[in-house]
């Protein structure tokens, strides 16, 4: 390994490191060699840094559920009043640094037409889990593999999870942990440091190696020898492996990353307002109808008959979707009603539109009159 580091600068500094010189240009982390890990049953195919060991739940024991008929939901339209919806304009148009208010304010209200619609959200909420070989330095903790067999995936217990709450947890697997020599200083405990490359000392920072001052002084830093010390590693040239933190021995071990996850799909039912469904997602309605179950019945009877097919649609889809790389532990579906009222209103002579809606009282308009305060002056 050819380095420019002695010979030029003399005074004993930049002599490679003889026993962690060499693998200085590999001295960065390395994933472990598949070799290190043990072949645990049940685990095939666990991969250290995940990417792998994905581990599909056993088949579901429990019976369906029998199917069960909404409530009646309550059916009272709510509508908002011409004043509610010229204080949201005005509130919106405040909003907007460059909107001027006259439409606001002077503007004649024309018409209000309701649009409401109903917005079907399913939730289903799922848990998942992989394998993953892990490591951390040996300092004596329990080692137990092959003592007898390891569980399986889903035989691990966990912590009982909040339905409809996201979260992780990684469990160790019980009979995996076994004692490897460490991979990234083969088991010395010490590696070569990454800011010298080994050498313990680098080109001196003052004088940028020349030994020499601007004034043709001898560098008061470096005492004209052009080199300084490595601060990282106390001019050591070797600093203690990250991977096993000294220990030279890694515990090996494989986890189960446990995942609970809540799936959403929406479905809006269509209305010929004009306002665009994706404005509708920012938004929340009147809670019509909820159901929370284990594995849900469609929606029945509902008065809107593509609320109730996109219900069992969305069903079938998530059924499809998640049952076989997941274990489904709770479903929920909500129908909510979202208010949308069309607003036309006449200013200077012409007519304009917006859109209110939401339990927000949102605002949507495309045509606002006086977008930029100076052109009204
Ligand atoms: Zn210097
Ligand atoms: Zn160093
Ligand atoms: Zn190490």
Redesign the pocket.
Known sequence: MERPIAGNYGHGYGTVNPVYGAAAMSAAPSAPPASMFDTVPGYEGTMAGGGGGFLPPPMPTVPMPLPEAPSQPDWQIPSISEDRARVALRTYVSSKCCYSSAPVNEGVITNMETFNTYRYRLETFTESRSSEWSNEPYTAQTVDAGVQPAPTPWQIATKPPTFFQDQKQAIKVPYTSSVKNCHTCLGMGRGP?T??AG??NKVCSWCNGTGHRQTDDRCMHCTGRGREN?S??S???N?QCETCRGKRQLLVYINVNVKWTTEKADFVAQQSSGLKVQNLESVSGKQLFQDSQYMLYPVLGFPDVSVAQASDRLLKEHLAKYAQTSRILQQRQTIELIPITKVNYMWKGKSYVYFVYGNEFEVNTEDYPATCCCSVM
């Open positions: 440091c800011t010298c050498a313990g490595c990282s590693c001019g050591q040239g600093r």
